[in-house]
């Protein structure tokens, strides 16, 4: 029995990572955490409604006995300033990374990061500092296994769709080109994202740092 818990539901990867763990025959529970219901009915599923997400801790309760934690809640980084975008992207997966290893050191933990992620927290890019100092703190805690998820080019799959409105558009005038671009290993889906998640339980990878070429190797296990 495989248990999941999964943040970020909301969102298109987050979705796709819920909809192939729905689907999967060895992911027996899955326990989503959102700050508004999603709205889905499904024997697997349970939810936690946390509208602070730096309170995990008051959910301890219904987090223990878990296989892994797919982290895939994120925000992009425009208009926000470091202090803000640090509070939302780091500070909030440590809390999580914290309370969960506590409960549940013997987990996966999957991280959605991003390609370009500056691992030397060091760089000119921001997001990709505060990504970077993300990823490290969780390879760091000591769970079992730990992958940063770096995906580069997504296509959407399975009626997935991003919630900013600038990138749909885009997908729609390049989806004639879908099938062309899947055929590139420099290019993953939404659906070998979320198998990729779930095979991270039950094969292993010689890298942490799972580009687009990395999560398709895994996913396809």
């Known amino acids: 029995m495989n248990k999941v818990i999964i943040t970020g539901a909301t969102g298109m990867l987050g979705k796709a990572v819920l909809q192939e763990c729905l689907e999967h025959p060895q992911i027996d529970k899955i326990l989503i955490i959102n700050r508004n219901p999603l709205g889905l009915n499904h024997p697997k599923l349970e939810e936690i409604i946390l509208k602070d997400f730096t309170n995990i801790q008051s959910a301890e309760e219904q987090l223990n006995g878990y296989d892994a934690c797919f982290f895939c809640m ?39 990061s991003g390609a370009g992620t500056d691992t030397t927290e060091k760089g000119k890019v921001m997001w990709a500092r505060v990504k970077g100092k993300t990823e490290n703190y969780i390879l760091q805690k000591g769970f079992k296994k730990a992958y940063m998820f770096r995906p580069g080019i997504i296509i959407p799959e399975k009626g997935t769709k991003s919630r900013t409105g600038w990138l749909n558009t885009t997908y729609t005038i390049i989806s004639p080109f879908f099938p062309l671009l899947k055929k590139l290993s420099s290019v993953t889906t939404s659906t070998n994202i979320g198998l990729a998640m779930i095979n991270s339980l039950f094969f292993n990878i010689d890298t942490n740092y799972l580009s687009n070429k990395d999560i398709n190797i895994l996913a396809n296990k």
């Open 74 to 112: 994120g925000i992009s980084a425009v208009g926000m300033d470091e202090e803000k975008y640090t509070k939302v992207t780091y500070t909030t997966t440590k809390g999580f990374a914290d309370t969960l290893y506590r409960i549940n050191p013997n987990m996966v933990f999957n991280y959605i």
